[in-house]
């Protein structure tokens, strides 16, 4: 099982689409992504049921 830090990068680098986040892990998960430099070039949508589902988008968002 990858990292939530593997996962970002893998994102990132377009190896995969986008990352669902359970809700259980949702902290975990936010706690890594909120370190990261490129912070604001990753966009979460809010799903039905807890889950957040992540892309990478080149733009950083303001």
Do not use: C
Not at 31 to 59: C, P, T, W
Request: hydrophobic share 35%.
């Amino acid at each position: 099982m990858k990292t939530h830090e593997q996962q970002l990068d893998d994102l990132k680098n377009g190896v995969i689409v986008s990352i669902t986040v359970e809700k259980e892990n949702f902290l975990s998960f936010r706690e890594v992504l909120v370190q990261r430099k490129d912070f604001k070039h990753f966009r979460g949508i809010a799903q039905q049921g807890g889950m957040v589902s992540y892309s990478y988008d080149i733009n950083a968002r303001s």
